[in-house]
């Protein structure tokens, strides 16, 4: 069988936030938090679904570039193993301090640090963006010489790696610490206190941060989250929002080279008053109800739902046709907006329950294409569609209350 076991990282990485959910608790730690738990994993989960459709991709862009324009002619060994190593973290080390140091791409890598704690399930929050962009950066790689089948199994184990540093459960890992970034590194990445910004940018090495001088050891504790934090938890928003501040503060300065200056300049300089701006044009404030707990449990459902499909869609990638592959992506990401709006309580979630029914409808015909099945579909279409106010009105006093 031809199963794609990169699809294991997702139970394994719901094992590892269980495991640190227990531990917390009983060392009577509060370092989970409901919503913004469920937000990160939710993000995490459009990462890998993206990945999915990507790496295949990326994959042929690096044989491009390797049979076209490598430098030199590398072949698999231990040497060649270690060099690529300390090459891709290098990379890493870059890609990521850009990422910190230039506007356009903050703008990407801010998701990662919306997260308003940290712990595995922060880990998990990677933004969608990241597959385009890092893979862009990665393409020094094939031209160095690296054939793209070591690449490629190079990234698996750099992509894995840093889930395991966002942690507040372990603490300092003695000699480690000078070689590797540890969870204590990490934390110091994802604080907000003065003396820990821009610092510590390595991923699987801490030795960059020493060589260029942005390692900070973490010894005041950290606080966590954003300068300012983003108070929402609609999925699109935090994808978006730093991408429609910077807009803004383009559309409103004068003359190209200073668009570009604001593009390519430093986010710790950037107005905050575009990001006011911005979410008085977009992100509508209104009061969540916080007496009803449904809708909590109905985003957790569809949380487990949605994980557990993922999972399957993975593992059995090379048996799902594109077109259903696509329909199921579409689906998971319908959800994904959906529980975003469920958790802030808008009523509009409804219309998405319709769209994903209906995605859920085409797929379903595609497995069972009777006219029997396509005869009761139609008639629950109908039904809905008559009874769709009423239906409404049930549908959002079921999960908000009345
Ligand atoms: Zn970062
Ligand atoms: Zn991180």
């Known amino acids: 069988m031809n199963l794609n076991y990169m699809a294991l990282a997702v139970p394994v990485f719901l094992f590892f936030i269980g495991l640190e959910y227990v531990i917390s608790k009983k060392r009577g730690r509060q370092v989970f938090n409901f919503t913004s738990s469920l937000t990160n994993m939710n993000v995490g989960v459009a990462e890998r679904l993206i990945d999915m459709f990507t790496a295949a991709s990326f994959y042929f862009f690096y044989e491009y570039l390797h049979q076209h324009y490598a430098i030199f002619d590398i072949k698999p060994g231990i040497l060649m193993w270690i060099a690529l190593v300390l090459a891709t973290d290098l990379v890493w080390y870059w890609y990521h301090r850009f990422g910190h140091e ?8 801010v998701v990662h640090h919306t ?30 010489g690296f054939p793209p089948a070591m690449i490629t199994t190079m990234l698996i184990v750099h992509g894995l790696y840093p889930f395991f540093t966002h942690t507040q459960m372990i ?16 934390r110091v990445h994802h604080a907000s206190n003065e003396v820990y910004l821009d610092k510590n940018f390595g991923d699987m090495f801490i030795i960059w941060d020493k060589l260029f001088g942005t390692f900070a050891e973490e010894k005041e504790t950290p606080k966590y989250g954003l300068t ?58 209104h009061k969540v109800r916080a007496r009803s707990q449904k809708f909590r449990l109905y985003a957790v459902i569809q949380f487990a739902l949605m994980v557990t499909t993922l999972f399957f869609l993975l593992l ?39 769209t994903r029914a209906a995605l ?6 595609h497995y069972f294409p009777h006219p029997t099945t396509f005869l009761f579909l139609a008639a629950v279409t109908t039904g809905c569609l008559a009874y769709f106010s009423s239906l409404q009105k049930q549908y959002l006093n079921m999960i908000y209350g009345r």
Not at 102 to 109: A, D, K, T, Y
Not at 121 to 128: D, F, K, L
Not at 329 to 353: D, K, P, S
Not at 360 to 365: G, K, N, Q, S
């Open 316 to 354: 059995f990638e090379h048996y799902i046709t594109s077109y259903i592959q696509i329909m199921i992506a579409l689906t998971i990401f319908v959800t994904l907006i959906n529980c975003g709006a469920i958790l802030e309580q808008r009523r509009w979630v409804f219309y998405l329950e319709f």
């Open 228 to 285: 300012k934090q983003l108070e929402s938890h609609s999925f699109l928003w935090q994808h978006f929002h730093y991408l429609v501040e910077l807009g803004y503060a383009v559309k409103s300065t004068r003359g190209f080279f200073n668009k570009l200056k604001i593009i390519f300049g430093s986010p710790a300089d950037f107005d905050p008053d575009f990001r006011v701006l911005a979410e008085k044009r977009f992100l509508s404030k």
């Open 171 to 186: 603490g300092k890992l003695g000699f480690l610490e000078y070689i590797l970034v540890t969870p204590s590194h990490h």
């Open 102 to 109: 230039i506007n356009l791409f903050w703008g990407f890598h």
């Open 115 to 144: 997260s308003e704690e940290f712990n595995y399930t922060a880990g998990t929050r990677i933004t969608v963006f990241q597959a385009f962009i890092r893979t862009a950066f990665w393409a020094i790689l094939p031209v160095i």
């Open 360 to 365: 859920i409808v085409v797929i379903t015909y």
